[in-house]
């Protein structure tokens, strides 16, 4: 996982509740933390590996919606995204009986209003519901139990799911082993500022930013 906190994806996807249907993801692309653009990078230029991680997040989870919750200021990734979810519409890899799995899913935009709390999960659900966008209290209200409208819901962020397809190619063994021992993989660094080199790396975790 590479939320703010660090938890990881694979435990939040378990606990959606077995036997409570209907169910969603929500992927939180409100990048609103000063000097951060990884996930802006990921929705314009690679917009299906993103849509790809979400579509594994949810069929993994048996989900049959997905909301992309952008931030209102990305203009332009807002188009990008909703180009390449008609493509893969066109190519049946969204909609009714997903490559003839008798699983659907539709994906939706959304864009956010320039809240910089909206950032924080429970905040944005409360703003796809219509509402203010305030967080909510947890417990009990977790999402994966009782998230976008009380249904089980799925809030991951764009770097997390666009790694999604990534662990799948290579193997979550050596995936993992890119990084440190209770950190595995890799993870996009932005750098800024007073720096010779700005820009977003790619890096394993743990190493030296020397």
């Known amino acids: 996982g590479h939320g703010g906190a660090g938890f990881n994806a694979g435990k939040k996807w378990s606990f959606v509740p077995k036997d409570k249907f209907p169910r969603y993801v929500c992927v939180n692309a409100d990048e609103s933390e000063p000097g951060t653009c990884k996930d802006r990078l990921i929705l314009e230029y690679d917009p299906h590996l993103l849509l790809e991680g979400a579509l594994i997040c949810a069929y993994a989870v048996q989900a049959e919606r997905i909301y992309i919750y952008i931030r209102g200021e990305y203009y332009y990734p ?18 009714k009986n997903i490559l003839n799995t008798g699983w659907s899913c539709s994906v939706h935009l959304h864009n956010g209003a320039g809240q910089y709390i909206c950032g924080e999960e429970t905040a ?44 799948l190619e290579m193997g979550a063994e050596r995936f993992a082993a890119l990084g440190t021992p209770k950190n595995g993989g890799t993870c996009l660094f932005s750098l800024s500022g007073n720096v010779k080199r700005p820009g977003v790396y790619e890096l394993p975790m743990g190493a030296p930013l020397d």
Do not use: C, D, H
């Not at 807002?78 to 909609?95: D, F, P, R, S, Y």
């Open 124 to 167: 944005l659900l409360e703003s796809l519901e219509g509402k203010k966008g305030w967080p909510r209290l947890k417990p009990p209200f977790y999402p994966a139990a009782v998230g976008l409208w009380g249904a089980p819901t799925i809030v991951n962020n764009v770097e997390t799911l666009a790694f999604v397809p990534r662990v």
């Open 78 to 95: 807002w188009n990008v995204m909703q180009k390449a979810i008609t493509q893969a519409e066109q190519k049946g890899l969204i909609g």
